[in-house]
């Protein structure tokens, strides 16, 4: 089983930036997919952003292309997400989670290890 812990998130303006971090502990293994997830109130979880522990493939859901990085730093067992240009729509609880990298799959119902989740609130 992961454990994730994600921070920095807050409050910015509109065309701001933020980096969230997620720090995984436990058993992580190389073959592991590791995600970014938000939530508005409201709205269902949405995938933002995906990359693998080993080769660091990426994946963006639109909104997210161009203004959102994926990174992972191994050594640090920690994965990073970028945001730039922000919007009041990127307003959400933004989650970490981590699943096998056994097929392509975004669903959040895929992802069996899950963070608590951080806020970002994005004004206008």
């Known amino acids: 089983q992961v454990q994730l812990v994600e921070s920095g998130g807050g409050l910015v303006q509109a065309g701001g930036s933020l980096r969230l971090s997620c720090a995984a502990s436990?058993?992580?293994?190389?073959?592991?997919?590791m995600g970014w997830f938000r939530q508005a109130p409201g709205k269902e979880r949405e995938f933002v952003a995906s990359?693998?522990?080993?080769?660091?493939?990426?994946d963006y859901a639109d909104p997210a292309k161009g203004r959102f990085t994926i990174s992972r730093d191994n050594a640090k067992n920690t994965v990073y997400l970028q945001m730039n240009s922000l919007k009041p729509d990127d307003t959400a609880v933004y989650y970490c989670?981590?699943?096998?990298?056994?097929?392509?799959?975004?669903?959040?119902?895929?992802?069996?290890?899950w963070g608590q989740g951080t806020q970002v609130t994005v004004s206008s």
């Open positions: 990359i693998r522990w080993s080769g660091g493939n990426t």
């Open positions: 989670a981590a699943r096998s990298d056994t097929w392509y799959t975004i669903r959040p119902e895929d992802f069996p290890s």
């Open positions: 436990g058993r992580i293994f190389s073959r592991y997919v």
